[in-house]
């Protein structure tokens, strides 16, 4: 499995989204994260899936 390094701004970006998200509907923030790590295991399992 391959390491994904964040930069401190995209896990901030990730956070404000998440609350924008969650001003439109309760829970949509929380759904949006776990999407977004549901990507980020697909990309660490298989770089090459995304090319």
Do not use: C, H, S
Request: no cysteine.
């Amino acid at each position: 499995m391959y390491r994904i390094i964040f930069k401190p701004f995209a896990e901030v970006d990730a956070t404000q989204a998440a609350l924008w998200y969650n001003d439109k509907r309760n829970g949509l923030g929380n759904d949006f994260l776990l999407a977004l790590d549901a990507k980020i295991n697909a990309i660490q399992r298989n770089l090459l899936i995304f090319k």
